[in-house]
Nanobody, 117 residues
């Protein structure tokens, strides 16, 4: 059974930091591109950051220089380090696993990040 379980969300003041974690199970984690998406109230879900199986990363322009995505294949976990948080970073953050080779795509249930102004 595939599971992606996010944790680390919460309430933080503007300028603060949070570290999100996503623990994966039920599939070969090291072979998947892992990503974080977010969805703010009334807005569409958007890609925040992604990291491929070989460690290549890409970021949304809005978070470049502030957020860092990383993965630990030994722990089947992907992280999102978020610094200098802004009010507009407030959203539900979702973990995603994608394999173009197998065509499989999985989602976590999300963790809420609230940045107070």
């Amino acid at each position: 059974q595939v599971q992606l379980v996010e944790s680390g969300g919460g309430l933080v003041q503007t300028g603060g930091s949070l570290r999100l974690s996503c623990a994966a199970s039920g599939f070969i984690f090291s072979l998947y591109t892992m990503a974080w998406y977010r969805q703010a109230p009334g807005k569409e879900r958007e890609l925040v950051a992604a990291i491929t199986s070989i460690g290549s990363t890409n970021y949304a322009d809005s978070v470049k220089g502030r957020f860092t995505i990383s993965r630990d294949n030994a722990k089947n976990t992907v992280y999102l380090e978020m610094n200098s948080l802004k009010f507009e970073d407030t959203a539900d953050y979702y973990c995603n696993a994608d394999s173009r080779n197998s065509g499989m795509n999985y989602w976590g249930k999300g963790t809420l990040v609230t940045v107070s102004s």
